[in-house]
């Protein structure tokens, strides 16, 4: 198993930028699929950006598309998920999530099922 630990997450107003950063401890190479989530209470967690370790592809959601810019650095270990352009609508639970049995994203990145191991959240809070 991974530990994913997340941060960034916080209160702004709309159209103001976060970012958030998931930091995975045990696996130095990190040499797997990760992924962004998000959720409100009583919907489903909903994929929103994903990261290819080999080649940094991302891929996203497509009413994020353009606004938020999944990044790696391999350096530190880190994916980061930068908002911008935010809106009241993008308030959720923010989760990263690793997929161990991938070292690449294709296919249904978007599906929560696919992942095994999560992170605590973290909030983001936008008011208009």
């Known amino acids: 198993r991974v530990q994913l630990v997340e941060s960034g997450g916080g209160s702004v107003q709309a159209g103001e930028s976060l970012r958030l950063s998931c930091a995975p401890s045990g696996f130095p190479d990190s040499i797997f699929c990760l992924a962004w989530f998000r959720q409100v209470p009583g919907n489903e967690r909903e994929g929103i950006a994903a990261i290819t370790p080999a080649d940094n592809f991302p891929y996203y959601l497509g009413t994020v598309k353009g606004r938020f810019t999944i990044s790696r650095d391999n350096a530190k270990n880190t994916v980061y998920l930068q908002l911008n352009s935010l809106k009241p609508e993008d308030s959720a639970m923010y989760y990263c999530?690793?997929?161990?049995?991938?070292?690449?994203?294709?296919?249904?990145?978007?599906?929560?099922?696919?992942?095994?191991?999560w992170g605590q959240g973290t909030q983001v809070s936008v008011s208009s």
């Open positions: 999530a690793a997929d161990l049995t991938s070292a690449s994203c294709a296919g249904i990145w978007w599906r929560a099922a696919r992942y095994n191991d």
